[in-house]
T-cell receptor, first 113, second 113 residues
């Protein structure tokens, strides 16, 4: 059974710092790995999707990597801003044909001005 | 604009009542999903549907029911059999069973009074 873990659970950094959020998964037979952002009381916003055949994806100041062999994904945020403060969730999609996502518990990020 | 609409935003349920949460999408997505989110926890899958008139139980389906009579709509009923329904409920849809990413609604917060 796939398990997804995110460490740390919470992170506080000063504005401008580069940071890395970690996501690990137990079953390497994934179809893709997705990163989402959630603001308090809101739904999820998709940030990046990495297909199993890819190693990384970039969007603006965000870069996500995928290493299936080690069961790890990282989300790199460059030059963090207070507006980046939110909870970041990673989720893996099984290689079976259901499209179900297994979520980690999230990392809550606070960027201080 | 294409997207997913969940209503209501807040819902209060009395003991013994059934309540229905609405989820409508105009993205022409085949697959739709219901997730439950509890404080400090990741999202857990309740039900999913990959095609009209067909749906499957997720990991925590007990006390919930769904229907998929139209491609655009996937309502979730929280029955009186669900003993701990207070949570944040999120609906999502995807093209191709999640292999091309998910779109989430803004959520419904259900509280038992």
């Amino acid at each position: 059974k796939q398990e997804v873990t995110q460490i740390p659970a919470a992170l506080s950094v000063p504005e401008g710092e580069n940071l890395v959020l970690n996501c690990s998964f137990t079953d390497s037979a994934i179809y893709n790995l997705q990163w989402f952002r959630q603001d308090p009381g809101k739904g999820l916003t998709s940030l990046l999707l990495i297909q199993s055949s890819q190693r990384e994806q970039t969007s603006g100041r965000l870069n996500a990597s995928l290493d299936k062999s080690s069961g790890r994904s990282t989300l790199y945020i460059a030059a963090s801003q207070p507006g980046d403060s939110a909870t970041y969730l990673c989720a893996s999609s099984s290689s079976s044909n259901t499209g179900k996502l297994i979520f980690g518990q999230g990392t809550t990020l606070q960027v201080k001005p | 604009d294409g997207g997913i609409t969940q209503s209501p935003k807040y819902l209060f349920r009395k003991e013994g009542q059934n309540v229905t949460l609405s989820c409508e999408q105009n993205l022409n997505h085949d697959a739709m999903y219901w997730y439950r989110q509890d404080p400090g926890q990741g999202l857990r899958l309740i039900y999913y549907s990959q095609i009209v008139n067909d749906f499957q139980k997720g990991d925590i389906a007990e006390g919930y029911s769904v229907s998929r009579e139209k491609k655009e709509s996937f309502p979730l009923t929280v029955t009186s059999a669900q003993k701990n329904p207070t949570a944040f409920y999120l609906c999502a849809s995807s093209l191709g069973r999640g292999h091309y990413g998910y779109t989430f609604g803004s959520g419904t917060r259900l509280t038992v009074v």
